[in-house]
């Protein structure tokens, strides 16, 4: 009787051993566990695509150099009013009413730029396949997540000529530097005016008395300007912008 006990004791001590050995992919309790790496708290409004990571949502467009702990984050100096996409025109094909102006941009991706009646063209409103065109949109316009990527264009600019260069953005008072009159929402381009620069509405009148203490969108139309940052000219052509108006609180 005892040498059956210690039999069956052995075996039981056997059977332990094997369960315990076969579990080769078990986690040892020495061994460190991974902490998920917690993400920065980004200002959920800034426009962008939506990238989605460990549960958490961080709204990306481009490359975004955080504030410290101290300091707040302001999503308009973050970026531009407006974003564009140039390149050169593939095919023109009229949908439901707006031109579909599909591109071959300068990093050799497709992009659809969609026209409109609002679409405003500071030069030339005629354009071919093969022509270069650049078109700007709202940043903060909603785009849809296909691909190509099709972009509600606000201002369209074919046919500019030699020399000449364009700003679209919104513009406030510099008040750091008052020898300049206004800069960029994304700081990277100032300018000033004199006696030749012509101030028109998108409509094309006259607006010459426009008010420089105003924040507008605009589109700035210069030619030779500083090596610097923020880039600085002297205006030859401003366009102020149609905005939508909003009652005072």
Known sequence: MKKMFLLILAVALLAVMAVGCGGSDMTTPDEPVAEPVPLPDVVEDLPGDVIEGDGSDIIFDGEITLPGEDEE??????????????????????????????????????????????TLFPFSDSFNVGDEVTGWYLSESIMAMIYPPQYNISVLTAGVPEGVNIKVDRFHKWEDNPDWLMISQDEMFAFNVDENT??????????????????????????????????MATADKLIILFETAVPLA
């Open 73 to 118: 984050i302001n999503p308009d100096a973050l970026f531009p009013g407006y974003f564009f996409s140039r390149g050169i025109i593939e095919s023109i094909e009229d949908v439901d009413g707006l031109t579909h102006v599909k591109i071959e941009d300068t990093d050799g991706n497709p992009a659809v730029l969609v026209i409109s009646e609002s």
């Open 198 to 231: 012509e101030i028109i509405l998108e409509d094309g009148q006259d607006f010459s008395d426009f008010d420089f203490e105003l924040n507008r969108r605009m589109v700035v139309i210069y030619g030779i300007s500083t090596r610097s940052i923020p880039e």
